[in-house]
């Protein structure tokens, strides 16, 4: 009987603990409070090596006390580097209150305010400070015509609306209003979900006439292909990833001129688009040849703004339109 009471808290233990780690797996965090070390360390990352050159760095929680680092020459995306050139990665892995990795015989040390490279001799030969970056864009105030599709105090203009407690919009919902050409001025944020991985990790999406999807999805440090932030879904790829970390604040701001048809309704002129990811341009007047799946076929009226729902809890704010 001692036996197997022995036996049955051990497997309930066993069990427990296999429960917990996949609870973790499988948790979601909206709250940088609740992000735990694995958040605090995350995020972007800049300063200087001893010969006075700038380095940017972006650190990206994976999980089970695991990170990847990418170094930038230069500066950080957008601030810095050049695109091309040659990027660094390092694995980390959590070592008390600090990530630890090695690259080249460098050892490397992050911590929640701080990223040392260290010599073999003990000597730190570069330091660069946690920064938090915001977009020049962010809680722009629509310009004189704009129309105010969500302001925080109602989600009136939206099929489906949603708010959150907060007072934020929730995914997957549309405009009841439908524009031609236009400005788009739209701030989101992408939850925490560490051990998720490509389009599971707060996937959402900025469907501009209700036909180009303009892509949301967390890829901070990622390379920044069609499919993750800031792509055009399936057409193009960003000139640059700005993404920022999870739980961030990020703009879009998107000027759209709508495809042309002719009495027949074929059409005979591409849309076109420029968006600009936290400030800076990551599509410049680039043609849309065709739609993006997931909403409206191409057509030629107007369009709705649709948030895409994609099962992850991506939330919206401040979001308007001025029409051309």
Known sequence: MLRAAILFLALTTWFSGVRGHADDRERTILDPAEGGIEYSIQGEFSGTDVERKNWGAQVIALGGKQFRLVGYPGGLPGDGYEIGDDLTYCD????????????????????SKELKVIDPSGDTVASLRKIERKSMTLGMEPPPGAIVLFDGT??????????????WLQADCETKERFGDHRLHVEFRTPFKPY????????????????YEVQVLDSFGLSGENNECGGIYSIAKPQVNMCYPPLSWQTYDIEFTAARYDENGDKIKNARITVKHNGVVIHDDIELPHGTPGKDPEGPTDGVLYLQGHGNPVVFKNIWVVRK
Request: charged share 25%; glycine share 20%; net charge negative.
């Open 92 to 111: 980390l892995s959590l070592d008390g209150d600090v990530a630890k990795g090695s690259f080249e015989g460098m050892q490397i040390v992050v911590g």
């Open 154 to 167: 109602t989600a009136e203009a939206f099929e489906r609306g949603a708010m959150t407690a907060e007072g």
């Open 196 to 211: 998720a991985r490509g389009q599971e990790r707060g996937n959402s999406g900025v469907y501009v006439h209700g036909r």
